[in-house]
C-alpha cells in the first residue's frame, strides 16, 4: 500500500475510534453502500446513536487493519505471555475496532481484547458496548456472544450491586431480542438468553429469577405467535416449560395472572371434551377442578406401580400437565390458523414427549430404545432389579395405556391428526408415525 492510501486508511481509523469514543450512546453500525468517494468527505458516518462506514474503503481499511494486527503478533512473538505496554495497547485496540467491526469472525482478534482487558487496558461496560454494536450488524457472530458471556462471568465473580445486575439483564435481554429480530433461526441469541436465566439460577444472583422466568415464557408465548418457523425461539420456549413446574404457589399464581387463563380449568375441560366414548369418569367437571394435585394425578394415572422409595411429586407433575395442556391448546390453534409449518408439528412433538414422561415417572417406566423399562434409581434394591423385566413392563403398560389421562391425549391425537389430513397436511402422516414408531404407540394408534 503507498503512502497516500496508508495516509488515508489511518485517518479513516482516527476517525472511526474518535466515533467511539465520543459516543457512548452508540447501539448500531453497518456499512453504508457507496461506490466511490463523490464527496470528498470522510467516510466513517455517525448519525443518531448509528456508526456507519462506506463500503467504497472497507476493503483497504479491513486488510489494513488485519496485517497491522498480525505484524504486531508476529513482531511480539508469544504476545500472550508478555505486558503489553500502553502506546501499543492503544494502537491494538484501534485496529481491533476496526478489523472487528467490519469482521467479526475472528476468534483469535476476540482473544487479544481479552488480553488487553485482563491487563486492564480496556473496560467492560465499553467491550460490552461494543460486542453489542457487532451484532447490530452480524447478529449471528457467536464469537461476540462467547465475548459478553466471558465478560458478565467476570462482572458475577467480582460481585454487583442488584440495581446494576436489573440493567445487565435488561440490557442482555435488549441485545438478544435484537438480534433474533433481525435474523431468524438465531441460534446462538437463543442459546444465549438460556445461558443468562441458568447463570442467574445457579449463581443465586437474582432473588426473582421465577419471575424472569414467566416473564420470558409470555415473551416466547409473543414472539413464536409471530414467527411459526423459528424453531430456536420454539426450543427456548421448551426451555422455560421446563422450569415453570417447580416455581411456588406465589409464583404460579402470578403465571395464571400473566397468561389470563385458569390453567387448571382448561385441563379439567380438555379431559372432558376428549374423554373416549368407552369411559366414564363419576366425577363432575366442578368437583375435578376443586381436587388436589395429588388427588388428580391419582384419578387420572389410577395408581403408582413402583417398587422403589422414590415419591413423584404430584404438585410438580400436575401443574407441568397444566402448562403442557395449555400449550397443547396453543398449538391446535397455530396448527390450524398457519397450516403445514414444520416447525410447529415438531413442537407438538416435544408436548407430547414430555407428558409421555410425566406419565412415566409416575408409573417408575422409562422408554429405552421403544421399549418400556423399570426405571432403577438410587433407592431401589437389587432385588427389584432382579426382577424379570417382560413381565414387569407388561403389567405396567397395561396400566399405563388403560389409565383416563393416556387415553384422553391419544384419543386427542386421532382426532386431531384425522382432521388434518383431511385439510391435506402433509406432517399430520408424519406425526401419526412419530406417535407409532418412535414414542412406542405403534399397538394402541
Known amino acids: 500500500m503507498d503512502g497516500d492510501k496508508t495516509a488515508l486508511v489511518e485517518k479513516i481509523i482516527k476517525d472511526l475510534n474518535v466515533a467511539l469514543m465520543k459516543t457512548s450512546q452508540l447501539y448500531a453500525f453497518d456499512i453504508v453502500p457507496v461506490d466511490t468517494n463523490f464527496r470528498n468527505k470522510s467516510p466513517v458516518i455517525c448519525l443518531e446513536n448509528c456508526l456507519g462506514i462506506e463500503s467504497w474503503c472497507v476493503k483497504h481499511v479491513y486488510f489494513y487493519s488485519h496485517t497491522k494486527v498480525m505484524d504486531y503478533n508476529c513482531s511480539k512473538g508469544k504476545w500472550k505471555h508478555q505486558k503489553v505496554f500502553t502506546m501499543d495497547a492503544k494502537r491494538l485496540t ?21 488480553m488487553l482487558l485482563q491487563q486492564s487496558y480496556l473496560n467492560i461496560m465499553s467491550e460490552l458496548i461494543f460486542s453489542g454494536l457487532v451484532l447490530s450488524r452480524k447478529p449471528k457472530c457467536n464469537d461476540a456472544f462467547a465475548y459478553r458471556r466471558w465478560l458478565i462471568g467476570i462482572l458475577f465473580k467480582e460481585g454487583v450491586a442488584d440495581n446494576f445486575l436489573e440493567n445487565i439483564i435488561n440490557e442482555e435481554l435488549r441485545v438478544c431480542e435484537l438480534a433474533a429480530d433481525k435474523s431468524p ?85 380438555q379431559l372432558v371434551t376428549n374423554l373416549p366414548n368407552n369411559m366414564t369418569v363419576e366425577v363432575s367437571e366442578e368437583e375435578l377442578l376443586s381436587y388436589s394435585e395429588e388427588n388428580l394425578m391419582n384419578l387420572l394415572l389410577s395408581h403408582s406401580a413402583k417398587n422403589c422409595n422414590c415419591n413423584v411429586n404430584s404438585v410438580s407433575s400436575c401443574r407441568k400437565l397444566e402448562v403442557l395442556s395449555y400449550e397443547l391448546s396453543l398449538n391446535n390453534e397455530l396448527i390450524e390458523f398457519y397450516k403445514c409449518h414444520e416447525t410447529l408439528w415438531y413442537h407438538r412433538r416435544f408436548i407430547l414427549h414430555e407428558i409421555s414422561a410425566v406419565i412415566y415417572d409416575h408409573f417408575g417406566m422409562v422408554r429405552h430404545n421403544g421399549m418400556l423399562m423399570k426405571n432403577s434409581c438410587k433407592y431401589c434394591s437389587l432385588n427389584d432389579k432382579r426382577q424379570k423385566q417382560a413381565k414387569i413392563s407388561q403389567y405396567d403398560s397395561n396400566s399405563i395405556y388403560g389409565s383416563i389421562l393416556f387415553s384422553v391425549i391419544l384419543n386427542h391425537e386421532k382426532k386431531f391428526i384425522k382432521k388434518r389430513v383431511l385439510e391435506g397436511d402433509n406432517y399430520a402422516g408424519r406425526h401419526e408415525k412419530y406417535m407409532k414408531f418412535v414414542e412406542g404407540l405403534n399397538n394402541v394408534m
Open 185 to 269: 433461526n438465531n441460534y446462538h441469541c437463543w442459546s444465549h438468553r438460556s445461558w443468562l436465566f441458568d447463570l442467574l439460577r445457579s449463581e443465586d444472583k437474582h432473588n426473582n429469577h421465577n419471575t424472569l422466568f414467566i416473564k420470558e415464557y409470555c415473551f416466547s408465548e409473543k414472539w413464536t405467535s409471530r414467527h411459526v418457523s423459528d424453531f430456536s425461539c420454539f426450543h427456548y420456549r421448551q426451555f422455560c416449560i421446563k422450569n415453570l413446574a417447580y416455581i411456588n404457589d406465589t409464583f404460579w399464581k402470578a403465571l395464571e395472572s400473566s397468561i389470563d387463563i385458569n390453567l387448571r380449568k382448561l385441563l379439567v375441560r
Open 94 to 114: 484501534e485496529l481491533l475496532n476496526v478489523a472487528l467491526l467490519i469482521n467479526p469472525e475472528l476468534t483469535s482478534f476476540w482473544n487479544k481484547r481479552r
